[in-house]
């Protein structure tokens, strides 16, 4: 049955584990790709607004399980370049896991055993999905795939034409304009809000006209009668 112990691990691996699962993937390939002589690398954690830039690491309003790399090129271009940053991600997930896993089985971690056991495991998860050769949305290959075609054939050869790690200046530009948009929409919510705001006192101060009126109305027929 699903307890309130459950529950609680439930939100210490969704909020906790899983967030920080996730962005050691990401940094797989921020480490590898700094030996190969990265430009204008980004690590970016959570979505929407931006809340703070330090460096190459890009903070959003939204955090959760949404981290993500880019970078604009590299100095060094080969096809065991890209096979390495591709294999960075499994490699860091795959290393940390053994080595708490390793901690665990000689009982260095026994006080948070149940916390460091599901970290394993949503580590070696991410490291199947990744390692596996498949697609995913739209098409788009896995690391695992990617890594598969380089060695075989040099290339990607799926028909998704989109970057598998986005260009930091194009993904920079594109946030920019989202956040135009939104403040476009802030905007334009703000007019109507305002607008609404006057035709109601438009609204209220016709309706103290028309009561006014017919108080005058009614006083005015009251006269008539006494008289």
Partial sequence: ??????????????????????????????IVSFVFGVNNPRLTIGSGPRIIKIGMFDIRKYYHLYSWYSYDSLKRKSKFVYVSIYAGPILVNLIVALTI????????????????????????YYVLFDIVPMKTANGMPNNGLIIYEMLRYGRRTD?????????????????????????????QQKE????????????????KEHEKEKVKEQQKEKRQQDT
């Fill in 101 to 124: 896993n390793a901690m665990l089985a000689n009982g260095l971690l026994q006080e948070y055993e149940t916390f460091w056991s599901r970290f394993v495991f949503y580590a070696f």
């Fill in 1 to 30: 049955m699903f307890g309130l112990a459950d529950l609680i691990s439930l939100i210490i691996s969704a909020f906790i584990i899983l967030p920080i699962v996730v962005f050691l993937r990401e940094s797989g390939y921020l």
């Fill in 192 to 207: 109507q809000i305002e607008q609404e705001k006057q035709e109601d006192q438009q609204e209220l101060k016709e309706q």
């Fill in 159 to 187: 028909y998704n034409q989109e970057p598998f790690i986005p260009s930091t200046s194009e993904v920079e530009e594109q946030y920019q304009e989202e956040m135009e948009k939104i403040e476009e929409v802030k905007e």
